[in-house]
Structure formats: structure tokens, C-alpha cells
């Protein structure tokens, strides 16, 4: 079990939990919720000791699996090995004995090494190699690689490497910090797999909608300052939350209109006959006090993209035997496909594999080495690049109302003012430094950038990137909505899902194009 005893955390003179006492338990699998800044990473630092709370006292089982971020340290070692590292005891107790091995033999040399071999056969460490490996093919990471440093795989598998070292070993527990990022759609399946047969206690943190829906069994949200535990999955959660501030909410109205009744009765008849009904009436109304009810920190941006009056024509996008190589190394080649309007196509596919590269070439950033791509009548194109900085000058001084400004000619001031607030930037928010926002606040801003000028096709790459599930669900549903053409790679599977009915798909060597939803695509492909 893991508990949470009197945790309070303050930074800045904000709260984001106040004396939490929670506890989550064996064969349950918790997803953490609440929206960026709402303090789910702080909460993890300090489960896994690297952060201090405010107050309070975290109590955790021996063996814990952590999801770690920081690749740099492990840039020498190999990639078995660093899975195998999941598991200290073990390897603590394999690196002792290899230098054991390297010095002169002793009686008490002998001893320590038979007390090791024991620990080593306790941790199960002569097929320790064997589980690291299967680990890792689950993630994709091809045998060759196994051997290799971790400096000489690419940046995304690195990022797979230590996710498999935060599963080696038969954790007691796991937290995961956003573990399906650096992942494709076949090794966030196989993971859902592994963890619905967990056994220890799961908490993870996700923006994947579809992931927590699928592998959690509780969710702790964290709201009003507190944790609070619902029950089920992330939808489930969000319905039982949503009916308990209703219930609420009508309770308060009801104390309300009878109050107001009270009151009437009690100014027509203080100074009558009725003495003793007009001071019941005063008691009642003493016990009508209205239900504390505090802001919720969920807040859900509007996300409409209105295409002007123009539309685009019925053929958007004519891509010709198009190829692009860089370095020598061809990443597409001979690539054929129409775009009309009015189509819902997400990219999919691993990372690395060119999906960037094709929506660079059809917002017009990147030119194809051979082969043409031809736009549409009237084609406006709006661009949402992977790498923010591709658009927003972050060294530049410049506040998210000035940089809105430019994008749109003769645009006036309230327009700006209303797609900053559909984007939750209220009151003083429209005059920060562009400097100073956070990735989330940054995807916003560019999302308000591609509302406020209208363009009749929409060319997004990974948009989803740093948005919390409220803003996830909000562009789910503007893309579901609009009414041009949208072509957008992701690897967010309720966003495809729900917003795409085509799909460019990216395997290694060859792009295939599927008309059809996500869910058809993968019942054809597990087939």
C-alpha cells in the first residue's frame, strides 16, 4: 500500500493540496488527474522523494518502479543493462560481485560472494537478461539494439528504455509520469496489455484519454485542493464529479428559494400576532445555510476553427510522386494522395519515420526533392507546428496579445481579446511575455493564433503536445467540427479516433493510405 499521510504542498503562496490523506492499494490501478499546474508531477516528485512536501509523510512498499526522465544519465551504460537497473537490489548485487571477481580471492571474499549469489537468486537475476529483453521487444526496441549504448539509439527509443526500467522486476508499485509519450500505437497497446496483469499497485499520470479509460480501475483527481478517489475510469470520473457539484449546486438553489420564502414571512409578520411561527421561521432559516461549495480548478477552453466565408475548393490538396531524403536516408518516396475538403486525416506512425517532414511540405515549409505538391482553389493553410519555436519567438519581447495582433490585418482589439479568453488567457493574461509561458499555455496560444485568422485547411502536428484532457477533448471537438479539411499527425488515440475517418500511415518503409476510422484500421490489423 501506498499512503499519503497529511500532505500539504504550497508553492508561491499557492495550494495545491491541503493535509491529504489518502492511501492506494494492491490490484487497483489509479490514474492521477487534474489540469497542467494543478500540481500531478509535484505529487509524484514527492511520492518518489525527490521533491518535499509542505507537510505531511508518504509511506511506500521496498520496491517501487519509477518512470525516470533524465536519459542523460544513463547515456554510457547498455541498454540491458539500464532495464536491469530497475531492479537496485539486483544490480547493486551484480556490479559487487563482477569487482569481487577482479580481486584476490579470500575466505571472506568467498562468503560475500555466496551471500550475493543469493541475493541474486532471490531477485531472480539469472534470467534477469532474459526479462529485460522480452520488456524490450514489447516496446519495439529490436534485439540489435539490446547490446548498444543508450547514446547511439534514437532520442524517443531512449525514452522506451527506461519506461521498460521502471517495469523490470517485479515492482510492488509503479508511477508513471506520462508514459505513453515517446510511444507508437502497437507499443502503447502493448502496454495497456502489460498493465491491466499488474498485480502491485499502478499510479500513472496521462493526457491519453483513451489509455486511462482503458487500463484504470480507480482515478484520483486532484481538485479543490484535495485528492478525492472516484471509483472506475476517466469518463466514469468525470460523470460522477459532474453530478456530485449538480446535486450540489440544486441543493444550494432549493435552500435558497426557501429562504427567500422565510424571509417574506418573517417581514410581513414580526410586528403581529404571530410571534412564535415568525422566530420557528428564523430558526429554519439559520439551518438553510448554503452547501460550501469551492472553485473547481477545471477549466475547459472553447476551441472553434470558423473558416471565412470562402471556402476552399473541393480538391484542398494533389500530392504527386513526391520523395524527400535527408542525408542520404530516404524517408518518402514516390508518395501519391488527394486531399478534398472537408476530410478528417490523421498521420500516424512511429516517431522518426518522416510524419513531420510530409505536413512541413504541405503547409509549404519544406520543398520535396522530386515530385509536386498542387493546392486547391482558394486553399488557406493554417500551420500548428510539432516544435513550437518553429513559430513563436520565445527570446522575442513581445505579450500574447501584440503577437496575436500581427497575424490578422485590420483585426480589432475585442476579436483578440475574445480568442484569448475562449483559450482561458483572461483579464492581465493577455498582456504576458510571450517569454514566459509554459508548453501548454504556448499550444494554446497557437491554437488561438489559428482561430482568430480563420484558414479554410488546418495542418497540425502533434497539437495534442502539452495539453491537458480538458483542452485534448475541447480540439477533439473544434476538429470534429470544422468544416474544411484537416490533416494532423497524433498519437493520441481518442483524439484520432473521434476526429479522423482517414489515415496516412507511416511503417518502416512505406506510407499506406486507409480510409477509414482508427478503430477499423487496428481490427484489420490485429487480424
Known amino acids: 500500500m501506498i499512503t499519503l499521510e497529511d500532505i500539504s504542498k504550497r508553492i508561491a503562496g499557492r495550494t495545491l493540496f491541503d493535509n491529504v490523506n489518502i492511501s492506494f492499494s494492491e490490484h487497483c490501478r489509479y490514474g492521477l488527474t487534474g489540469p497542467n499546474g494543478s500540481g500531478k508531477t509535484t505529487l509524484f516528485k514527492i511520492m518518489m522523494g525527490t521533491e518535499e512536501a509542505t507537510s505531511g509523510r508518504v509511506f511506500l512498499p521496498k520496491k517501487v518502479g519509477f518512470l525516470k526522465q533524465n536519459i542523460e544519465d544513463f547515456q554510457d551504460k547498455t541498454t540491458l543493462d539500464i532495464v536491469i537497473m530497475g531492479n537496485t537490489r539486483l544490480w547493486d548485487a551484480l556490479e559487487e560481485r563482477n569487482h569481487l571477481y577482479e580481486v584476490a580471492m579470500t575466505d571472506q571474499i568467498g562468503m560475500r560472494l555466496a551471500e550475493l549469489e543469493e541475493i541474486i537468486a532471490e531477485e531472480e537475476g539469472y534470467s534477469a537478461e532474459a526479462e529485460a529483453g522480452e520488456l524490450l521487444l514489447g516496446m519495439g526496441i529490436e534485439e540489435k539494439f539490446h547490446p548498444m549504448q543508450l547514446s547511439s539509439l534514437p532520442v524517443d527509443m531512449q525514452f522506451r528504455v527506461l519506461l521498460c526500467q521502471a ?10 509520469d506520462e508514459p505513453t509519450n515517446h510511444l507508437d500505437l502497437e507499443s502503447i497497446g502493448w502496454l495497456e496489455r502489460f498493465l491491466k496483469n499488474y498485480k502491485g499497485i499502478l499510479v500513472v499520470v496521462s493526457h491519453d484519454r483513451h489509455f486511462l479509460n482503458s ?21 466514469d470520473m468525470v460523470l460522477a464529479k459532474t453530478a456530485v457539484r449538480k ?26 400576532t404571530r410571534a412564535s411561527q415568525v422566530q420557528s421561521r428564523k430558526k429554519e432559516m439559520e439551518k438553510l445555510q448554503p452547501s460550501d461549495l469551492k472553485q473547481s480548478n477545471i477549466q475547459k477552453p472553447y476551441i472553434r476553427f470558423t473558416p471565412p466565408e470562402n471556402p476552399s475548393g473541393k480538391l484542398v490538396f494533389r500530392v504527386e510522386d513526391i520523395s524527400k531524403s535527408f542525408t542520404d536516408e530516404r524517408v518518402i518516396s514516390r ?14 506512425g512511429n516517431n522518426g519515420l518522416g510524419k513531420s517532414t510530409l505536413l512541413k511540405m504541405l503547409a509549404g515549409k519544406l520543398k520535396p526533392d522530386k515530385g ?17 519555436s518553429d513559430v513563436i519567438d520565445k527570446e522575442e519581447e513581445i505579450t500574447l496579445f501584440d503577437w496575436l495582433k500581427r ?11 475574445s480568442v484569448l479568453g475562449k483559450m482561458l488567457f483572461t483579464g492581465e493574461d493577455a498582456f504576458k511575455e510571450i517569454s514566459a ?30 495539453l491537458d484532457l480538458e483542452s485534448v477533448s475541447a480540439l477533439t471537438w473544434g476538429l470534429e467540427e470544422f468544416k474544411g479539411a484537416a490533416i ?22 512505406e506510407i499506406s493510405i486507409f480510409d477509414g476510422p482508427l478503430d477499423e484500421y487496428m481490427k484489420r490489423k490485429s487480424l
Open 167 to 176: 517495469l523490470f522486476g517485479h515492482p510492488q508499485a509503479l508511477l508513471l
Open 215 to 235: 487500463v484504470c480501475t480507480e482515478i484520483a483527481d486532484i481538485d479543490y485542493d484535495t485528492i478525492i478517489i472516484y471509483p472506475g475510469n476517466y469518463d
Open 247 to 272: 446535486r450540489v449546486e440544486d441543493q444550494n438553489k432549493a435552500k435558497e428559494k426557501k429562504a427567500t420564502q422565510l424571509k417574506e414571512f418573517i417581514s410581513r409578520f414580526s410586528a403581529g
Open 335 to 348: 508518395l501519391n494522395f488527394d486531399i478534398m475538403r472537408g476530410e478528417k486525416i490523421a498521420v500516424i
Open 372 to 388: 509536386k505538391i498542387d493546392l486547391g482553389h482558394n486553399v488557406q493553410i493554417g500551420y500548428f507546428p510539432q516544435n513550437h
Open 407 to 417: 497575424l490578422k490585418e485590420r483585426v480589432e482589439d475585442q476579436e483578440i481579446r
Open 437 to 466: 509561458l509554459s508548453g501548454g499555455e504556448t499550444a494554446r496560444l497557437l491554437l488561438a493564433g489559428l482561430m482568430l485568422t480563420m484558414p479554410n485547411v488546418l495542418v497540425l502536428d502533434e497539437p495534442n503536445n502539452h
Open 488 to 509: 494532423f499527425a497524433s498519437h493520441d488515440r481518442d483524439l484520432i479516433s473521434k476526429a479522423a475517418t482517414k489515415l496516412i500511415v507511416f511503417e518502416k518503409g
